[in-house]
């Protein structure tokens, strides 16, 4: 199994919308992906993360094949524009679980 962990900080607002308004889209795009990429097992995605950061993705996948499925899937995709059209910072992590 792999955990791949994501945290991002934010824009205070882009053409979308609020920060609390991307937040919870991005949420909901993220966590909605659970049973439609093959190999992604959980998301979990935390709004108001302490430390300086806004968003805080916790997600398991099957192995490391199907997390690099998903980070070309077109439906990830579709949320990732929404990302990287919100952030302002980002910080990420893989690791491989026995």
């Known amino acids: 199994m792999v955990r791949h962990i994501v945290m991002w900080k934010l824009k205070d607002r ?36 302490p430390g300086g950061m806004d968003l805080c993705l916790y997600s398991e996948f099957s192995s490391m094949e199907a997390l690099e499925g998903y980070k070309i899937h077109p439906l990830h995709k579709a949320v990732q524009a929404l990302v990287h059209r919100s952030m302002e910072d980002r910080v990420a992590c893989d690791g491989i679980i026995d």
Do not use: F, P, Q, Y
Request: aromatic share 0%; proline share 0%; glycine share 16%.
């Open 14 to 49: 882009t053409e979308d919308g609020s920060k609390a308004e991307n937040a919870a889209a991005i949420k909901a795009g993220l966590e909605g992906l659970v049973g439609k990429i093959d190999g992604l097992l959980k998301a979990e995605v935390m709004v108001g993360v």
